[in-house]
């Protein structure tokens, strides 16, 4: 009996060593988990912090556009002013917009035609385009250089 007494005390010790091993390993799992959370909270301020820098940087990027956008909207309004000879009808127009409403004179003069610069047409390129000739033909028969200045209702021969 005394055997049975040693073979049981043996089984009982050593469920319990496994059980507190099992238990040890359980343990080192936790702990490897709060290690992980504790990490994955740290990354994750991290990109919280890189977010609002983020839309700080977005958001005084768009104030620098707004201001940019109204520059623009003044000098194309300097600009309309002055395609329309100083005039300040309250229109804005970009310079090169055609207006359907409005037409151009054409007028002859023996061999030669001339047309005249009107809002539907107020660069060079799109005079010279309506009358199928080149820029270059333009400026050469008006005695002209690319950054000539032209004015409404200027008479331009165009053959």
């Known amino acids: 009996m005394k055997k ?6 043996i089984v009982i010790v050593i469920a319990l060593g496994l059980v507190a091993f099992t238990s040890f390993e359980s343990l080192v ?3 490897k988990l709060k290690n992980t959370n504790a990490q994955l909270s740290q990354t994750l301020t991290s990109y919280e ?9 977005a ?3 768009q104030e620098q556009i707004t201001s940019k956008d109204q520059q623009i909207k003044t000098l194309e309004k300097k600009l ?15 310079p ?3 207006n359907t409403n409005e037409t151009t004179d054409s007028s002859t003069d023996g061999d030669a035609v001339y047309d ?12 010279a385009n309506k009358n199928g000739i080149s820029l270059e033909t333009l400026l050469q028969l008006n005695g002209l250089s690319s950054d000539s200045l032209i004015v409404m209702g200027q008479q331009l021969r165009v053959k």
């Open 4 to 9: 049975t007494k040693y073979i049981y005390l």
């Open 59 to 61: 958001s005084n990027h």
């Open 80 to 94: 309309d002013d002055l395609y329309t000879g100083g005039s300040t009808n309250g229109s804005s127009t970009t």
């Open 29 to 31: 799992q936790v702990c």
């Open 116 to 127: 005249t610069v009107s809002e539907a047409y107020p660069t060079l390129y799109s005079i």
């Open 96 to 98: 090169g917009a055609t």
């Open 49 to 57: 912090e890189k977010i609002a820098n983020l839309e700080r940087s």
